[in-house]
C-alpha cells in the first residue's frame, strides 16, 4: 500500500529521520518525557525506503517494530539523539528532524532512586538542552564557506498553538533549515494518532498547506517536496 503509486525518486540517497520523543533521566526510574507517539517519524521512514532512499532511522522511545529496510538507531536522551543524528548525518543528503526533542533536562541525574521523604520533596533544576536542528544548520552554513554543503536538504517539524505563519517562520529562519512543517495542534491532531494536518513552510517560496489525513501521506508530500530540492 505504501509503495502504490511511489517514485523512485531517492534511490541513492542517504536520508537520516529521527522519530520519537526524548526522555530526560531525573533518577534511574524516573524522567521528563513527552508525548510523541514517534507515527509520523515512522511514515516518514517508511515512505522513503519505498522510495529507494537508504534511511537511518533515530528512534527515540518509540514503541513501534523497525521499519523494514531501514537502520535503526534507538536512543533516549536529548544528547544521545544529537549524538546520533550527528554521526548519521556525515555524508547523508537528507535530514528530517520529526522527534519531539526535549527543550530541558535535569541538571543532575540521580544516581539512585529519590526516596520520599519527610517534609517538601527537593526541586529538580533545570538546564537547555542543545538545539540539534539549529546545529545542523549552523555546521552546514560553515561548510556552505568551504565548499561542501550538507547535508543538502534539512527538515525541521513544529507544533504551533498560535500565529501559526508567523512563529513558523521565524523558527524556520532561526535554525537555518529547509522546510518547516508546522502541525496543526488541537482537535484530535498531532500525537498518537493515525492523522495529522500541516503547513510546510520553504525557506524560498510558498507555503504548501497539507489537509488532514494519514501520516503517510503528508510523509508522501514532504518527501515530493525534499526531492525537489536534491540536485
Ligand atoms: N529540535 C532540536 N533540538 C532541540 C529542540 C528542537 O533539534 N533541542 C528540533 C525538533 O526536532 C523540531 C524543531 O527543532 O524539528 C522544532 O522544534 P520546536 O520544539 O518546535 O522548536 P524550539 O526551538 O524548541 O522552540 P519552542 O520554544 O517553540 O519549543
Ligand atoms: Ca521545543
Known amino acids: ?31 521528563i518525557g513527552n508525548r510523541s507517539s ?7 521512514a517508511r515512505t522513503a525506503v519505498a522510495r529507494g532512499a537508504e534511511v537511518t532511522l533515530v528512534a527515540a522511545n518509540v514503541g513501534l517494530p523497525d521499519p523494514a529496510g531501514a537502520r535503526v538507531v534507538r536512543v533516549e536522551s536529548a544528547i544521545q539523539l544529537r549524538e546520533a543524528v550527528l554521526a548519521a548525518a556525515e555524508g547523508a543528503d537528507v535530514v ?7 527543550d530541558f533536562r535535569p541538571v543532575r541525574q540521580q544516581a539512585t532512586k529519590i526516596k520520599k521523604t519527610p517534609g517538601e520533596p527537593e526541586p529538580i533544576y533545570l538546564t537547555k538542552n542543545p538545539d540539534i536542528l539549529a546545529e545542523l544548520g549552523e555546521t552546514r552554513r560553515k561548510r556552505r564557506e568551504e565548499g561542501r554543503p550538507y547535508p543538502e536538504v534539512i527538515v525541521g517539524f513544529a507544533a504551533e ?12 529562519a532561526r535554525k537555518g533549515c529547509d522546510l518547516l512543517v508546522v502541525n496543526q495542534v488541537g ?20 507555503p504548501v498547506e497539507i489537509p488532514r489525513g494519514p501520516k503517510e501521506d503528508l510523509a508522501g508530500i514532504v518527501w515530493d ?7
Open 187 to 206: 482537535e484530535n491532531l498531532a500525537f498518537g494518532t493515525p492523522d495529522n494536518a500541516a503547513i510546510v513552510l520553504a525557506a524560498d517560496g510558498d
Open 96 to 102: 528530517v528532524m520529526a522527534a519531539a526533542v526535549a
Open 1 to 31: 500500500d505504501v509503495l502504490k503509486g511511489s517514485t523512485a525518486d531517492l534511490v541513492g540517497r542517504r536520508v537520516v529521520v529521527s522519530a520519537g520523543g526524548t526522555r530526560e533521566a531525573i533518577d534511574p526510574v524516573r524522567f
Open 161 to 172: 498553538t498560535d500565529d501559526v505563519l508567523a512563529n513558523g517562520r521565524a523558527k524556520l
Open 225 to 231: 517536496l525534499v526531492a525537489g530540492r536534491l540536485v
Open 38 to 44: 514517534g507515527l509520523q517519524g515512522y511514515a516518514l
